[in-house]
């Protein structure tokens, strides 16, 4: 599958943005989706996951309660919609598509998200 995201830019802290991956392929529906982050220096983070059917989603503690993983597998799109944006949000975004051994086989070309105080 591949991966194009979307929606990134630039907000003021408190604002919202809401990325977009939208994927082609037939198998979309059949994989979880996630969004990690980086930035520079630092390791790739796992932000949010969500599985093949919307059901069950997860998060990293520091964006809980402020980030919303959503799927339309009739799209074959994945959302994340930031709220209550913080400085330390900061990234790169990138979408990916789950394989079937546990990990991450697919990724997108990321989305740079930036955060002014």
């Known amino acids: 599958v591949q991966l194009q995201a979307s929606g990134g830019g630039l907000v003021q802290a408190g604002g919202s943005l809401r990325l977009s991956c939208a994927a082609s392929?037939?198998?979309?529906?059949?994989?979880?989706m996630a969004w990690f982050r980086r930035v520079p220096e630092k390791e790739r983070e796992f932000v949010a996951a969500?599985?093949?059917?919307?059901?069950?989603?997860s998060y990293t503690d520091s964006v809980k309660g402020r980030f919303t993983i959503s799927r339309d597998n009739a799209k074959n799109t994945v959302y994340l919609q930031m709220n209550s944006l913080k400085p330390e949000d900061t990234a790169v975004y990138y979408c990916?598509?789950?394989?079937?051994?546990?990990?991450?086989?697919?990724w997108g070309q990321g989305t740079q998200v930036t955060v002014s105080s």
């Open positions: 990916a598509a789950g394989n079937n051994v546990g990990g991450y086989g697919s």
């Open positions: 392929g037939r198998t979309f529906s059949t994989r979880t």
């Open positions: 969500i599985n093949r059917n919307g059901v069950t989603t």
